[in-house]
């Protein structure tokens, strides 16, 4: 039954949320079309809880909110801290998804070109955006004033997974459904 021990470790594994011994064991009846003894699922995972307690693992497996979750241990939860800290600073607002998206699809913009879309203040926004270095200044509009265009950065492009700008969805690739607003009615 060592596959066994292997299954339900993935299954916990993967799943984002506490997994409780009946769940598992629905999941291992339906995949190998054949009734598993409730004794074995428990076996196993108290297997698995003895496994991961040894110091060679920097998680455990932890009985919790009814199932069981693979769980880092106190010793690396400074670590985890700084990693979570630093991955909140990487987080986009609302607010600056909007504006990179009017950036990304009519740069080089000026912020005057921007807060017209989008009908507020984007100062924060784009401060924001340059800070993340998702948005880079591209020159000088030779418009009244001479606003600062911007346009976006080889960082943009990592952050989304694209090589060009000419991977972005177009409007035309969007259904219609999704361009309209409020309901239809008959």
């Given at each position: 039954?060592?596959?066994?021990?292997?299954?339900?470790?993935?299954?916990?594994?993967?799943?984002?949320?506490?997994?409780?011994?009946?769940?598992?064991?629905?999941?291992?009846?339906?995949?190998?079309?054949?009734?598993?003894?409730?004794?074995?699922?428990s076996s196993a995972i108290e297997a698995l809880r003895e496994?991961?307690?040894?110091?060679?693992?920097?998680?455990?497996?932890?009985?919790?909110?009814?199932?069981?979750?693979?769980?880092?241990?106190?010793?690396?939860?400074?670590?985890?801290?700084?990693?979570?800290?630093?991955?909140?600073?990487?987080?986009?607002?609302?607010?600056?998804?909007?504006?990179?998206?009017?950036?990304?699809?009519?740069?080089p913009v000026t912020k005057g070109d921007i807060e017209q879309?989008?009908?507020?203040?984007?100062?924060?926004?784009?401060?924001?955006?340059?800070?993340?270095?998702?948005?880079?200044?591209?020159?000088?509009?030779?418009?009244?004033?001479?606003p600062i265009l911007y346009g976006t950065s080889d960082k943009?492009?990592?952050?989304?997974?694209?090589?060009?700008?000419?991977?972005?969805?177009?409007?035309?690739?969007?259904?219609?459904?999704?361009?309209?607003?409020?309901?239809?009615?008959?």
């Amino acid at each position: 039954m060592d596959f066994l021990h292997r299954h339900i470790e993935a299954l916990i594994f993967c799943s984002p949320n506490p997994l409780g011994e009946s769940e598992i064991l629905k999941c291992l009846e339906e995949m190998f079309e054949a009734e598993i003894p409730e004794k074995d699922i428990s076996s196993a995972i108290e297997a698995l809880r003895e496994k991961y307690a040894a110091e060679d693992f920097s998680f455990a497996l932890e009985k919790i909110g009814g199932g069981y979750q693979f769980l880092t241990k106190p010793a690396y939860q400074t670590s985890i801290g700084i990693l979570l800290k630093q991955q909140s600073k990487k987080r986009l607002s609302t607010a600056q998804l909007e504006t990179l998206s009017i950036i990304a699809y009519k740069q080089p913009v000026t912020k005057g070109d921007i807060e017209q879309i989008r009908g507020v203040n984007s100062d924060y926004s784009v401060q924001k955006l340059l800070d993340k270095e998702l948005v880079e200044i591209k020159g000088k509009s030779e418009g009244l004033g001479r606003p600062i265009l911007y346009g976006t950065s080889d960082k943009f492009m990592e952050y989304f997974g694209i090589n060009s700008i000419q991977d972005l969805p177009q409007p035309k690739d969007f259904a219609k459904q999704d361009n309209e607003i409020g309901e239809e009615r008959e």
